[in-house]
Nanobody, 121 residues
């Protein structure tokens, strides 16, 4: 069973950037498709970005051109570079490991505990 630990969240001003990391252990990282999701208070968890085991990427329309997902199989880690942040990006960001790239099925795979991103002036 894979375990996921997110880090890198924080408080940032509008227009700022952060780099979120998700370190994995307990299984073979390279076999998983990895995704980032987020959940703001009072809303459902939503897909943000995903990367397959062959490093094909997919993004939600709301973050295209601003966020970049990447993976380092040697470090068993997936990253999310978040740029040009907006107040509406404020949420808890969750890392997800799954065996299929069915990104919009939000009740699938293994989840980390989340990292808070707050965008405010």
């Amino acid at each position: 069973q894979v375990q996921l630990v997110e880090s890198g969240g924080g408080l940032v001003q509008p227009g700022g950037s952060l780099r979120l990391s998700c370190a994995t252990s307990g299984s073979i990282f390279s076999i998983y498709a990895m995704g980032w999701y987020r959940q703001a208070p009072g809303t459902q968890r939503e897909f943000v970005a995903g990367i397959t085991k062959t490093s094909a990427t997919n993004y939600a329309d709301s973050v295209k051109g601003r966020f970049i997902i990447s993976r380092d199989n040697a470090k068993n880690t997936v990253y999310l570079q978040v740029n040009s942040l907006k107040p509406e990006d404020t949420a808890v960001y969750y890392c997800n490991a799954r065996t299929l790239s069915n990104w919009y099925q939000t009740d699938f795979g293994t989840w980390g505990q989340g990292t808070q991103v707050t965008v405010s002036s």
